[in-house]
């Protein structure tokens, strides 16, 4: 079968939308072995180093064959790695290898306990880590539930063979599981979304379709490696692609937001993209006189996911970067998440972004898009895109389970070859999440996402409203309220209150506000009246030191205005409600 | 040169904008996690103070440096080496 003297360029089209993206590698390594793949910029954005698809595929199958001597198939390997080149090669040496591999961010000060929590829960038999994470990672775990696991640094990459011969495995199924994907899930219950290979191949197809890319679409990334638009996109589609992508780490683009844009510029990238506060951090930071010669003409795909897109966001942008070449169509809001692997939609390629104007009023009451009245409210909402030709989007009435028409707002149910396979040894959440049914048609079973949204009537894009459940999402991160909560109570143990809702809401200027309502006791109250400053203090410092997030709002609350269920959980959307409707009785300063 | 409390000001300014807080609820010796500066605040910080200053410096200094007070004073002296540095070439 592929015993041939070349490939053309549509047959490696055809071969890389095929096959596990670890066997596009060695394809590619053997089609164009010099094209250099990846290239990694330090924290100032000048190169520190670069890898060929012949590197790249050598480094992995030189891990791999040290992972064969300390593992067995199918066993979890987790993986501790700085952004950099190494943590790649060390993920396709787990594809290639069969071990399902575990990306998990450092334990950097905080997050020991949600790292411990996910080792734990997918069972790792080791970790592959980078040298100068290694002490402090044994630091981290001492005297934790991981304190056992086997630590392994990747050595001797540079002694690996240099040839590429082609040797697909002739048992290998695409089914099984490629890696674990934890970002959803609370600390205390982190869920590991299991993507097979075939997942991963269908999803980087679904990208490189829907957006026109091919080799010449070259890429510039900072997303980390741990999350899947750092993974999915920003380091395995470039392998289906065969392009050349710049790499650079989340913290530089954080600090010095212009080295990314110096970056397109400079690599003529054609696709980089961020949440949306990455426009808001590059536009604020506009100069001048840095920028002078910066050329943004060649950036055609600006991806804005993972957050909410705001339209403010979107022209202060393009108001500042228009006399660089930035184009206002480049915007492509796209729509996706870890359980369908990555992409569900975005684009198409070449067309302005879409959005629609509704009456807030009949929105939130009928969950139905009309043209605004003169009188009510009017909300903008932007349009992410159309669904991906392979995956059938369902809008429907989570309570009834019924299909909702387009215009009309329900839960974003979807089905095809990239949705994940289900939550890791967590049947009772696979069901629920995985295999759901509407009521029409019994057989067919999507997965639903917790997203609210349409299918807008018109235009065929889908716009997402908001989440059914209150998951918060922030920085491009989704935090769960329940772990927010949780560190509130614990940094007021003293005085036990009895209950804490958190919940977030966008003000004025659309800029995200993250609200604590705390449940007032006569000790809180004594507090509140002796030292308020150091008792807010308190709690913002260790709600940032352990989610390393913001509380902008603390307010407590009198017994009586807390909301809960028969069952005592706290009613986060009805706390919310009253809180914007400024219905809450209890306490509430600047400060 | 650059003082200690320019930098105090700066980094206290940024806070204020930042958590919408009153110059007169900011306490230089306080925890800078107690005025709910998260972690991309930090950063972004930093990335302000090398702007504004001209300055190269690193995104875990908030962290060995936590408060405004400690902060500074850390700063002014990567400073005056820096600039100093500079100076001589």
Known sequence: MFDKSSFNDHELSSASGALPVHETLALRAWAHPDKVLFTFLDDEGAKQESLTYLQMYDNARSIARQLESVSQPGDRVALFFPQGLDFIACFLACLMSG?????????NRRRVERCVSILLD??????????????????????????ALPLLEIANLEAAAATASWEPRAEFDPQQIAFLQYTSGSTSAPKGVMVSHANITANLRMMRDAWELDARSDFVTWQPHHHDMGLILGQLLPIMLGNHTVVMAPSTFVRQPLIWLQAISRY???????PNFAYDLAAERYSAERLGDLDLSGWTHALNGADVVRAGSLKRFHDRYARHGFSMDAFMPCYGLAEATLFVSGGPYRLPVHSVTADQATLSSEQRVAPPRESGNAVTMIGCGE???????????PAT??????GTVGEIWLRGASIARGYWRN????????????AEDPRREYMRTGDLGFIGAEDRQLYVCGRLKDLIICEGRNIHPEDIEHSVIEALAETRPQSCAVFSHDDEQQRQIIVAVIELNRELKRLLTDNPRAL???????????????????????????????SGKIQRRKMRELYLAAELDGIDEAI | ???????????????????DLLPEDIDPDLNLGAFGLGSLASTRLIGSLEETFALRLSPTMVFEHPSISRLAEAIAQIAAEQHGGAAHV
């Open chain 1, 427 to 438: 049947d009772a959440a696979s069901v629920a999440g995985f295999h759901a049914t509407i």
């Open chain 1, 99 to 107: 071990r399902i591999a575990v990306p998990i961010n450092l334990p």
């Open chain 2, 1 to 19: 040169m650059i003082s200690i409390d320019t930098l105090e000001a700066h980094i206290s300014r940024f806070i204020c904008n930042e958590m």
């Open chain 1, 401 to 406: 389970r019924q299909r909702r028409a387009p």
């Open chain 1, 122 to 147: 997918s069972g790792a038999s080791l970790a592959l880590v980078d040298a100068t994470e290694h002490a402090q990672l044994e630091r981290a775990f001492a005297g934790t539930e991981a304190a």
């Open chain 1, 268 to 274: 003529k990238a054609r696709l980089a993209g961020g």
């Open chain 1, 536 to 566: 807010k203090a308190n709690i913002r410092a260790a709600v940032v030191d352990q989610h390393g997030i913001p509380v902008h709002r603390l307010m407590f609350a009198q017994p009586t205005s807390m909301h809960k269920t028969t």
């Open chain 1, 387 to 397: 669904p991906s030709w392979e995956v059938e989007v369902a809008i429907v009435d």
